[in-house]
Nanobody
Framework: QVQLVESGGGSVQAGGSLRLSCAAYGYLFGSYCMAWFRQAPGKEREGVATIDARGIRNYADSVKGRFTISQDNAKITLYLQMNGLKPEDTAMYYC????????????????WGQGTQVTVSP
């Protein structure tokens, strides 16, 4: 069993930065994927970034060059560094995890955090 707890959301002006954290309670071993998703009001949930056990990263086109996903060496905490924030980045951000090597957005991620709100003003 894995429990995920996000933190670090908040309100910033356009162009600002935030770093989200996701603490993983439980043990992620072997092959796994961790990801950040987001959902804005009235919109479908979308994938933002993924990282697998080998450290291979993938980003949505809308955040490439601005966001960076990373994980600490102990693989206990997942991060999302968000720079150059835009109003369209406003959403609830969720951390998710699943065992296996398929990190695609459409994958049925097994574990989810409660979400942390990010609001970017013009």
């Amino acid at each position: 069993q894995v429990q995920l707890v996000e933190s670090g959301g908040g309100s910033v002006q356009a162009g600002g930065s935030l770093r989200l954290s996701c603490a993983a309670y439980g043990y992620l071993f072997g092959s796994y994927c961790m990801a950040w998703f987001r959902q804005a009001p009235g919109k479908e949930r979308e994938g933002v970034a993924t990282i697998d056990a080998r450290g291979i990263r993938n980003y949505a086109d809308s955040v490439k060059g601005r966001f960076t996903i990373s994980q600490d060496n102990a693989k206990i905490t997942l991060y999302l560094q968000m720079n150059g924030l835009k109003p369209e980045d406003t959403a609830m951000y969720y951390c998710a995890a699943v065992f296996g090597s398929d990190c695609s957005w459409g994958r049925d991620y097994r574990y989810w955090g409660q979400g942390t709100q990010v609001t970017v003003s013009p």
